[in-house]
Structures are given as structure tokens and as C-alpha cells.
């Protein structure tokens, strides 16, 4: 069952367009997408991804397994630093603060590991709850605040204010949330004119943006491989399937549905490269960020997006 998702998985045009770009950048193509359209595609994702949460939750109403989730969503990224940072005691030898930050990364989510499996859970006509959205912008920020408590603990310099505006401002999820709320209040009458390109279009709109991540990923791996250690990376092969199993376990817990369960468990795999660079980088510029964007974005986005996913379905599947 896993390996014949796995197959229509690798096999997806999304993923295909992230193999292309991972292999123009290794082999030094000048493949590339402007800057400005990098920014625009990526808040488009999170404006549909947002909005069609906001119609489910229109539609569905708010319900005690709603709030259940959010407060599991909250408390795994807020615990999943501290476990983190003890696996990477364990493998590596990095400073104290170089460990809280690459924790960080990993108990925060990868908006764009979301938008692709909620869009294979749609392909798989798999049942999920449109507050999975709701979900994954309560779980961008706790694993930052776990990582500057770690930071702090280990003599770190914080600038917390500044921190905390870049956090909450962040233009990611300012968007996402905005068209969350926008999904639930607009009349049905009114969403008809704009399906078409805040729902239809996203799939298209997935695989340019996963072209792009390709060729990030790539061009981190062929740059920077030599900073990675063994350690590290069994640590960021191993901390999504660890990340996986606990959401199975709250996400079961909760009673979520087989394709909210998958998507809840691909949460706790994924690792942030967009909120939590950004807000450490004020808050802990002493911190290597760029080894922890390496791995977050060169080993852990890839495994997830070609192996992740898929097993995290095929879990979901059997345990419901």
C-alpha cells in the first residue's frame, strides 16, 4: 500500500518539477525564477491554501475537535525543540546555540510540505478537516519561542521585541490567516467568481514554486554538503519519521480523520526554512543558520516530499 503511493507520488507532476530543479542545479543550469516571482507564487499557495480552509470551516462550523487539534498542533511545536535538541546532543557536536537553532527549524512546520500533501490527500480523495489550515499556522510559532528558551538557557543573546514583530508580522502568515478568515466569512454567492484561481490554479501554481524549491535544494546540497556531518544528517533524515510518530499519536488522540491525520503527521516531520530563518536570524544572528537552511531545506524538505508523505498516508491509512 505505501510503496503504490509512494509510486503516484514520485510520479505527481509536482514532484517531477521539484526532481527537474534539483537536478538543473546540481548540474549547474541556469535554470532560475525571479526573485519577485518566487514571493508572488509563494503567497498565492498561501492564499489558497488559506482560503479554502476557511470555506471548509464555513461550511463544517467550529467543533471541540477543532480546537483539540489546534492545541495538539501548538503543544508539539512548542516539545518537539527540547527532543530535537537532545537527538542532536546525542549525534553531533554543535554549540549549544547552533543545537537550538537547528531544533528550532524542526519543531516549526514547512508551509509548502503542507500545500503538497493536502494536495495529494485531495488527489487521494482522503477525508480531512478544512482547520488543518487553522493547524499549521498555530504550529509556525511555539518552536521559536522553545528555541530562544533553549538559546537563553545556554548564555545565547536574544533580541526577543524584534523577534517577536518578525514572527507575528511575517508575511506568510499574515496571508494565510488572512485568507483563512476570508473563506469564512464571504457569502458563497461571492466565492464563485475567484474558484477559479484561488482553487483551480493551485496545483499548476504548486508545481512552478516545488521548481523552485528543486533548485534551492539543489544548489544548498551542492554548496554546502561539506558543512553537513554525518550526525546531522542522520539527524535530519531521522527527526521527521520521529516528528511523524508523535502527530500520529496526538493526531489519533484526537480523533482526526485519515487525511487530517496524514497531513497533522506530515506537520510534525516537516521542518521550517521560511518563518523561522527569518526570525532568528534578529533574534540569534550568532546562530549558524545557513547549516541548519542546508539541512532543512536540502535533506529533510526532499525526504519528505519523495518518501515522507507517502508513508506518512500509508500510516494514516492503516491505523484508520
Known sequence: MIADIAMRNLTSPAVLFFLIG?????????????????RLLSL????????????????????TQMIAAIAAGIGLSFATPFLAERVLRILT??????RAAVAGHYGSISAVTFAAVTSVTTQMALPSDGFMVGVAAAMETPAILACLLLAGRQGGRIDARAMLREVFLNGSVVVLLGALAVGIVASPLATAPVKPFLVDLFPGFLCLFLLEMGLIAGRGLRDSWRTISPGLLLFALAMPV??????????WTVGLPVGSLAIF???????????????????LPQANLAMALTMSIGVTFPFNL???????IGIAQAVR
Open 242 to 251: 520521529i516528528g511523524a510518530a508523535l502527530g500520529a499519536g496526538l493526531g
Open 44 to 63: 498565492y499557495l498561501m492564499m489558497s491554501i488559506g482560503y479554502r480552509g476557511g470555506l471548509e470551516i464555513a461550511h463544517s462550523g467550529v467543533n
Open 93 to 98: 557536536r554543535l554549540a549549544p546555540v547552533d
Open 306 to 312: 519523495l518518501a515522507g508523505i507517502p508513508l506518512y
Open 22 to 38: 534539483a537536478a538543473a542545479s546540481l548540474a549547474r543550469s541556469d535554470l532560475s525564477i525571479p526573485d519577485q516571482v518566487v
Open 265 to 283: 503527521m506530515t506537520l510534525g516531520a516537516s521542518a521550517s526554512y521560511i518563518a523561522v530563518p527569518a526570525a532568528l536570524r534578529i533574534a
